[in-house]
């Protein structure tokens, strides 16, 4: 079992930057395939970014390919999504979740464990 805690949200203009940290307790966070996910007001979360085990793969939502990236330590038992050229659309809650899924899957099923969230909000 795995438990998550993000950080990092914050007020932002459009243009900036934000890296968010999600911090996981346990000895098995290496196991678990890292994802990131968000949900605005009034829409259903949405697969945001993914890494897998070793943080050699990842994989992104097309609408945040080329502008986010997803890391991880796992000596450190931490993910990271860093948001660049932030526009007023990715304003959300974004989640981190842990997957025992041997491959990435988009789909937030395959996600065993959840974190609280965090709130990004993008002023333009």
């Known amino acids: 079992q795995v438990q998550l805690v993000e950080s990092g949200g914050g007020l932002v203009q459009a243009g900036d930057s934000l890296r968010l940290s999600c911090a996981a307790s346990g000895r098995t966070f290496r196991t678990y395939i890292m994802g990131w996910f968000r949900q605005a007001p009034g829409k259903e979360r949405e697969f945001v970014a993914a890494?897998?085990?070793?943080?050699?793969?990842?994989q992104y939502a097309d609408s945040v390919k080329g502008r986010f990236a997803i890391s991880r330590d796992n000596a450190k038992n931490t993910a990271y999504l860093q948001m660049n050229s932030l526009k007023p659309e990715d304003t959300a809650f974004y989640y981190c979740a842990a997957s025992s899924s041997p491959v990435i899957v988009a789909s937030e099923s395959v996600y065993n464990y959840w974190g609280q969230g965090t709130q990004v909000t993008v002023s333009s």
């Open positions: 890494t897998t085990r070793s943080g050699s793969i990842t």
